[in-house]
């Protein structure tokens, strides 16, 4: 079945930076966008950032120009670099294929101390 392992995330300062990681197995995500969500406590789960098959990307406006979503094809992987981090940026973060309708992952904790 599809599954996704996302890593890398930790305790921040703010202006801190962080990269995040999420290995798919069970698809091939060369085929397919894929994109970042997260969830802070008390709030929906949100996209900030997704890329196409053809290496366009998105963000929300909430991250644009600090955060940069990447792939790595033949890893199976996708990235996340969070700069210039904000105590608000504090969540758990997950990866998707949009619009999140496959088994989400356990995601990774971002927290950004002020």
């Known amino acids: 079945q599809v599954q996704f392992v996302e890593s890398g995330g930790g305790l921040v300062q703010r202006g801190g930076s962080l990269r995040i990681s999420c290995k798919a197995s069970g698809i091939n995500i060369r085929w397919t966008g894929v994109g970042w969500y997260r969830q802070a406590p008390d709030n929906a789960r949100e996209l900030v950032a997704d890329?196409?098959?053809?290496?366009?990307?998105k963000y929300a406006d909430s991250v644009k120009g600090r955060f940069t979503i990447s792939r790595d094809d033949s890893k199976n992987t996708i990235y996340l670099q969070m700069d210039n981090l904000k105590p608000d940026d504090t969540a758990v973060y997950y990866c998707?294929?949009?619009?999140?309708?496959?088994?989400w992952g356990r995601g990774t904790q971002v927290t950004v101390s002020s």
């Open positions: 998707n294929i949009p619009p999140g309708s496959l088994a």
């Open positions: 890329i196409t098959d053809s290496n366009a990307t």
